[in-house]
């Protein structure tokens, strides 16, 4: 199914990622996340693209996405990037993912291993959108954005203008990177819609769960972290269960404020971690579902 069609039948949009197993690890070893996640009221799973990563590692996310539709039947989009990407390799995934039926695509830039020269024929995910809409108009395509602005860019403004190459190169919606201040969404929001943004816009959350998660995520996307969380996060750190929960309940409070203030889509980083899925989408999907029922009504 062609993910653009869905936003037009639904008010909210719920969504999870997951990642290929790591290293050696075969893909057989997410099978069991695979059927966590089967039983949850997912739109679609997208399925993430070691950028800068070896081949091996890389086709595990084709071949994931490839399952997630047969055998787990649910809708996949799987990730894709321009790093040291070459067009006849980029031709071979997009053939992979036509003969699996996979049909949405998130192109992305990704980002260059440290010391690395950038040998890929595409500089911006819209160069990689571009050449993917010319070779097979039949992907839909997905595209990544930033409420608190992606690190290389001078402004947040400078950054929104240039969202738009993705949209005019066919991206049909947006995914956030993960925010913990919904403040800065609504903001965000109001200023992709004041340059002409018309796309629909999932917002990414990733619930906190633990403490080594903390110092990586917050390095890795430079997220702010509200005085709010901030005490969860140290009033718990010696507490590993008390952390999990009170992380667990700051990620659905955000969630509940996002449905309440008109959020079309929600896209959970799930970190691979079943139980968290589980009870995000446990505490939202019945707000989730009256929404989609009034709007069908
Ligand atoms: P781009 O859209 O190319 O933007 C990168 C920078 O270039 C921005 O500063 C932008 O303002 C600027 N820019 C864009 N177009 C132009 C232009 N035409 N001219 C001048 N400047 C321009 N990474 C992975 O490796 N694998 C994944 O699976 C993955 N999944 C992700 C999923 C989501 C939802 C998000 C938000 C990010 C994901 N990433 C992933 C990380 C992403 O690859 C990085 O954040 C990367 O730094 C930027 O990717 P992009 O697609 O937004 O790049």
Do not use: W
């Not at 991206?171 to 993960?178: A, E, G, K, R």
């Not at 917002?203 to 403490?211: F, L």
């Not at 009870?279 to 009256?290: K, Y």
């Amino acid at each position: 199914m062609d993910l653009s069609t869905l936003f037009r039948v639904k008010k909210v949009v719920f969504s999870l990622e997951v990642f290929p197993p790591k290293k050696d690890n075969p893909v057989h070893v997410i099978y069991n996340t695979l059927l966590g996640l089967r039983g949850l009221p997912a739109d679609f799973i997208s399925v993430t693209y070691g950028a800068g990563g070896s081949a091996v590692q890389q086709s595990k996310t084709c071949e994931i996405a490839s399952l997630i539709r047969s055998n787990y039947h649910i809708e996949p989009v799987s990730h894709l990037t321009c790093v040291n990407a070459r067009k006849d390799k980029i031709i071979e995934t997009l053939n992979t993912l036509k003969e699996n039926g996979v049909q949405n695509i998130l192109a992305l830039r990704g980002d260059l291993p440290a010391g690395e020269e950038n040998r890929s024929d595409f500089v911006h995910a819209s160069d990689l959108a571009a050449f993917i809409k010319s070779y097979d108009a039949s992907f839909n395509l997905v595209g990544a954005c930033y409420p608190e602005c992606h690190y290389e860019s001078q402004s947040l403004e400078a950054d929104i203008e240039n969202l738009k190459y993705k949209i005019d190169s066919g991206v049909t919606h947006l995914i956030t990177q993960l925010f913990f201040d919904n403040q800065r969404f609504y903001e965000f929001i109001n200023k992709v819609r004041q340059a002409g943004i018309t796309v629909p816009i999932q917002a990414g959350i990733m619930p906190i769960v633990n403490k080594n998660q903390i110092e990586r995520t917050i390095s890795m996307c430079g997220a702010s972290i509200p005085t709010k969380l901030a005490t969860i996060i140290n009033r718990y750190s010696d507490n590993p269960a008390a952390l999990r929960d009170a992380g667990l309940f700051y990620a659905t409070e955000q969630i509940m404020d996002l449905l309440e203030n008109g959020v079309q889509g929600i896209h959970l980083y799930t970190m691979n971690n079943v139980q968290t899925a589980t009870r995000i989408s446990t505490a939202v999907e019945s707000i989730i579902a009256a929404k989609n029922s009034a709007n069908e009504a």
